[in-house]
């Protein structure tokens, strides 16, 4: 069984920042991709960042520039740092990863959302 829990999120004005941070735990060989995933009311969930676990990273163009994904692979974990949030960032952020159970079979696995709002 694998778990991830996600710390941060709330609510902010514009142009302020937030952090979100998530931690997998469990039983796992290994962590591939790691990412963060949105979802508006209304809207279906979008990517937002993917990390490799070798680093390489991957946005979406509406937070290019504003947002950076990182990972610890030691600790399992994985953080977004938003910047400069806008009224359209506005969603529940979920955190990613597809894990290795075994050499050869990887799984996704979710975290329960964390709310952002950003709202003047």
């Known amino acids: 069984q694998v778990q991830l829990v996600e710390f941060g999120g709330g609510l902010v004005q514009p142009g302020e920042s937030l952090r979100l941070s998530c931690a997998a735990s469990?039983?796992?060989?290994?962590?591939?991709?790691m990412g963060w995933y949105r979802q508006a009311p209304g809207k279906q969930r979008e990517v937002v960042a993917v990390?490799?676990?070798?680093?390489?990273?991957s946005y979406v163009g509406s937070v290019k520039g504003r947002f950076t994904i990182s990972r610890d692979n030691a600790k399992n974990t994985v953080t977004l740092q938003m910047n400069s949030l806008k009224p359209d960032d506005t969603a529940v952020y979920f955190c990613?990863?597809?894990?290795?159970?075994?050499?050869?079979?990887?799984?996704?696995?979710w975290g329960q959302g964390t709310q952002v709002t950003v709202s003047s």
């Open positions: 469990g039983s796992f060989l290994d962590i591939d991709f």
């Open positions: 990613n990863a597809r894990v290795f159970i075994t050499t050869f079979l990887k799984n996704d696995y």
């Open positions: 990390i490799t676990r070798g680093g390489a990273t």
